[in-house]
C-alpha cells in the first residue's frame, strides 16, 4: 500500500502542476490564430499530450521514490526541470515572449536529457519512460520557433 501512495503522490504531483498552469494560461492561449509551421497539430493534443506526459513522469518519479534510488541530485533535476516546465506556457502565452520562450523550452531540453541520464542511471526504465517526454519538448521547440517566425 505504501508504494501505490508513492506512485499516487508521484504522478500527482506533475499532473496538479500542469493543471494549475493550464487553468492560469487558458484564457491567453492564442494558438488558433496564429500562423503555424507545417506539422502543427490541432490544439486539442496539447492538454492530451501533456497530461500523459505528466504521468509518464510521475511513474519515473515513483519508481525512484519507490525503490529509494532518489537522491540530492535527482531530485534537483526533477524540480528544477518540472518548474521551467511550467513557465515555458506563461511565457510563451501570456507575456507572448516567443523568442525568450524559445530560449526557454531549448533549456528545458537539455534539462529533460540531463534527467533522463539520472534517471536511467538509477533505473533504465525510468529513463527510458522519459524519452517521449524530450521528443515533444524538441517537437514544441520547433512550433515555437516556427510560431515566433511566421507571426513576427
Keep these: 500500500m505504501e508504494k501505490i501512495n508513492v506512485y499516487i503522490k508521484s ?24 500562423q503555424k509551421p507545417f ?11 501533456w497530461t500523459i506526459l505528466y504521468i509518464l513522469m510521475g511513474v519515473s518519479s515513483g519508481i525512484l521514490k519507490s525503490r529509494n534510488l532518489t537522491d540530492k541530485s535527482i531530485n ?8 521551467v516546465n ?18 526557454w ?16 542511471n538509477k533505473n ?10 524530450l521528443i515533444w519538448v524538441l517537437f514544441a521547440s520547433y512550433l515555437n520557433i516556427g510560431i515566433y517566425i511566421l507571426n513576427k
Design 11 to 34: 504522478i500527482a504531483i506533475p499532473v496538479i502542476i500542469g493543471g494549475i498552469v493550464g487553468i492560469i494560461i487558458f484564457p491567453f492561449i492564442d494558438y488558433n490564430s496564429l
Design 39 to 49: 506539422l502543427s497539430p490541432p490544439s486539442i493534443a496539447f492538454p492530451i499530450t
Design 76 to 83: 534537483s533535476i526533477y524540480y528544477i526541470q518540472l518548474a
Design 86 to 103: 511550467s513557465l515555458w506556457p506563461i511565457f510563451f502565452f501570456v507575456l507572448k515572449w516567443r523568442s525568450f520562450s524559445f530560449i
Design 105 to 120: 523550452i531549448v533549456s528545458l531540453a537539455v534539462l529533460v536529457i540531463i534527467m533522463i541520464f539520472k534517471f536511467y
Design 124 to 133: 533504465k526504465v525510468a529513463g527510458l519512460l522519459q524519452i517521449p517526454y
